[in-house]
């Protein structure tokens, strides 16, 4: 398989400055100078200047959690991709399940900032995922499809490398309840075959499964053929549960 596999981690809205630099500088230290899999971290608007100087010189990328489409202007507690690139950060999160359930983002908005990201030579992790209520009523495929549609559809081919999706069930987020392997392995191959009909690079693009990914079901998820890495929450906040996470074994 030509992917290079991603853990990335999703720190949320945890930490101060003191704390990041901590879990950055120790994770530098164990899986820094990886160069078989990606390591992204992400961590809150506030930190992301701290974490890339504690990553600095090592392989590890920083991402942050969200951006504004606008460049710049009258948008009141937004971060643009601009100011983003100021700070040396070339890569983000896009459409997470909680940007998209409690902040109100549509599929809409989601499309506008994954084409400012582009726009901005960015690397975006581009999320998509389902209810328990739309699992339940059997339209897992249909919701992926149509919020994977929203956003990718037309970029053209150049944009695959450029493109991460990040599969994450809502009923598995920082709830415990991990997707089986089967139940991922599904989607991805169903969003690997909608990335090769909207016509971009789909055996190039990474697709992670997110939703309570820890240390004793990383190996088992990673062992699937569509399953290309993981966007960790809850297991990304030490060191040693998501240096594990990192050092996988499938
Ligand atoms: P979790 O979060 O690992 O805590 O379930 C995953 C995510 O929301 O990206």
Redesign the pocket.
């Known amino acids: 398989m030509a992917r290079t596999p991603i853990l990335a981690g ?1 720190w ?1 809205m945890h930490g101060t400055i003191a704390e990041a630099k901590d879990l950055a500088s120790g994770l530098a230290a164990r899986v820094g100078s990886r160069s078989d899999r990606g390591v992204v971290l992400a961590p809150p608007c506030t930190a992301l200047a701290t974490v890339r100087e504690a990553v600095a010189g090592t392989r590890i990328v920083v991402a942050a959690q969200n951006m504004s489409w606008a460049d710049k202007g009258a948008f009141t507690g937004e971060v643009s991709p601009v100011m983003l690139a100021d700070l040396g950060v070339g890569h983000v999160i896009l459409g ?3 940007r998209r359930e409690i902040f109100g983002e549509t599929d809409e908005v989601v499309r506008k900032k994954v084409e400012a990201a582009l726009k901005h030579g960015f690397t975006s992790i581009v999320c998509v995922g389902e209810t328990l209520a739309e699992r339940d009523a059997g339209r897992t495929l249909e919701v992926v499809k149509r919020q994977v549609d929203a956003a990718l559809n037309g970029l053209g081919n150049d944009a695959g490398s450029k493109i991460v999706v990040a599969y ?1 069930p809502v009923w ?4 415990g309840r991990v997707a089986t392997r089967e139940q991922a392995q599904e989607v991805h191959g169903e969003i690997r075959g909608l990335l090769r009909d909207l016509g971009l690079p789909a055996d190039a693009i990474a697709i992670l499964y ?4 820890k240390p004793d079901n990383v190996d088992g998820l990673m062992a699937e053929p569509d399953i290309d890495g993981a ?5 990304s906040l030490e060191v040693e549960s998501f240096t594990r996470i990192v050092e996988y074994r499938a």
């Open positions: 999703n949320k997470h399940s909680e994450e598995a987020i920082g709830t997110g939703g309570s990914v966007l960790v929450g809850g297991a």
